[in-house]
């Protein structure tokens, strides 16, 4: 095995000038389970840990404002180790071949990513780099499964979310983990790199005027560090009843891992490998949070394979669809004030910390796309702004689903009745008096439908029901039942 970066070959490949090796942060902000940081390190050749802020391929809004921290803890985890996190903003395409160059760099290497910008910009990285006689290697990292790895028996990708589970399982458990370095060989700023390297303020990620960060920084810590505590504390403390009370908004009962997954504090396998080995949580439980990390997977192998789904709806029949173009709905709907308890208390739990339950995403995007019959883009694309765990794969599938235009889809004429979630999964109207304070005071019985209270008890400010249930509902049926193909 190559020496690690702190033994003496190390350091004497550092002191006789010898090629450094770059290594190419992304969405993997992380030490441990790295792999393209571990091969850097066993090289033995001095390291280059390099961030490159493309504009192209950055993230806008609230996870504009975690990529901040996540940066600036990696950073501090990288002094920590003896290196230096270099930061440079632009063109990934032109700057990292440049700096590569400069730095007479012997080999670029990363962790892969599977979106369609983030494969184009890599693939143009790669050519570049060969025909300028750097080697370039690329490592899996951020999913358990790549996307060609998990087929049907005919060699063809799957459709259906179940039977990809199934295969996936049958491939056995993912790798164990790779352990962070115990050291890592800096090799000092190359000459050329002054000029193009800035500070991490200088990116400009953080909210100014107005400031509206505050929610966020309530409520996240970003960073490796709080993700592998609050990962050993869902597993040790939280994951009891995970199967069915990861339904319950109004309940401490999800890992909350999601924005750390999506900027890479903690691996998949990091966290499959957690979950697995944990003794004391229930069977039930344990598979439940496990196939919730494989339908991220499933996410990311549907837009490798389709990578236009990003736009485009996958059943082509949904092209037709009459969708509406309502600003002043979707005004009302953006900022939580559509008359619907369950859905209100989620857009503003969205807005003030960047984040909602996974059970009152799909009530609110069913909200939008059913009773107000609009284009499941426009939501993905709140979504995609709002969210700090905003995750193209993801969040394209997801709303897909909901809208009944994707991939394994919820039937079209599935609408959730947000009154009904209301009570089934938020029964005491904890968390629609949390997030909707004007309601507070409704008794649980009223708290989920307020236009059927008494005159006297109506809560002023409260807005009536945008759209009439039933209405919105026989709406949306009739738009898609006039679609070619509709079943």
Not at 149 to 155: D, L, S
């Amino acid at each position: 095995m190559p020496p690690s970066s702190s033994s003496p070959a190390s350091a004497s490949a550092s002191a006789s000038g010898a090629a450094p090796v770059i290594v190419w942060f992304r969405d993997d902000l992380r030490l441990a389970d790295h792999p393209a940081l571990s091969h850097a390190v066993a090289s033995g050749a001095p390291v280059l840990c390099l961030f490159v802020h493309d504009p192209r391929t950055a993230p806008s809004g609230a996870a504009q404002w975690w990529l901040h921290g996540g940066l600036c803890a990696l950073r501090d985890d990288l002094s920590r180790m003896g290196a230096t996190l270099h930061v440079a903003h632009g063109d990934a395409t032109v700057l990292v071949p440049r700096l590569a160059q400069q730095a007479h760099a012997a080999q670029v290497v990363w962790n892969r990513r599977y979106d369609p910008q983030g494969r184009e910009t890599d693939t143009t990285i790669k050519a570049a780099l060969k025909q300028d006689g750097v080697a370039a290697h690329s490592f899996a990292a951020s999913v358990m499964h790549e996307p060609w790895t998990v087929r049907t028996r005919a060699g063809d990708a799957f459709r259906v979310y179940t039977a990809w589970w199934r295969a996936a399982r049958a491939m056995g458990d993912p790798p164990p983990p790779l352990p962070a370095p115990r050291r890592i060989g800096d090799a000092g700023m190359p000459d050329g790199w002054r000029a193009e390297c800035v500070g991490i303020d200088a990116l400009g990620l953080l909210p100014v005027a107005p400031d509206w960060a505050g929610g966020l920084r309530a409520t996240w810590h970003p960073g490796e560090a709080a993700a592998r505590a609050r990962l050993h504390e869902f597993v040790q403390d939280d994951m009891a009843g995970y199967a069915t009370a990861r339904d319950r908004p109004d309940l401490p009962a999800t890992s909350m891992l999601s924005p750390a997954l999506r900027f890479g504090h903690i691996s998949p396998r990091q966290a499959w490998h957690a979950v697995a080995c944990d003794g004391a949580a229930g069977a039930e439980d344990r598979a439940k949070f496990l196939a919730e990390l494989g339908w991220r997977d499933f996410a990311v192998s549907l837009l490798y394979e389709q990578p236009e789904l990003v736009r485009s709806n996958f059943r082509t029949e949904f092209d037709a669809m009459p969708w509406r173009d309502d600003a002043r709905d979707l005004r009302a709907w953006q900022q939580g004030r559509t008359g619907y308890p369950i859905v209100d208390a989620g857009m503003r739990q969205l807005w003030q910390t960047g984040w909602m339950h996974n059970r009152v995403r799909m009530i609110v995007a069913s909200f939008l796309t059913k009773h107000l019959l609009m284009d499941w883009r426009v939501g993905e694309g709140w979504f995609r702004d709002t969210l700090v765990d905003a995750d193209i794969a993801s969040n394209v599938v997801n709303w897909q689903w909901v809208a009944g235009c994707g991939v394994d889809a919820a039937p079209y004429f599935r609408v959730f009745n947000p009154v009904l979630q209301g009570k089934k999964f938020d029964p005491d109207g904890t968390y629609v008096r949390r997030w909707v304070p004007e309601l507070a005071h409704l008794p649980a019985s009223r708290i989920h439908c307020p236009w059927t209270c008494a005159p006297a008890e109506v809560p002023r400010g409260y807005p009536a029901p945008i759209v009439g249930l039933d209405e919105g509902r026989a709406r949306a049926l009739s738009a898609w039942r006039g679609l070619s193909g509709a079943t």
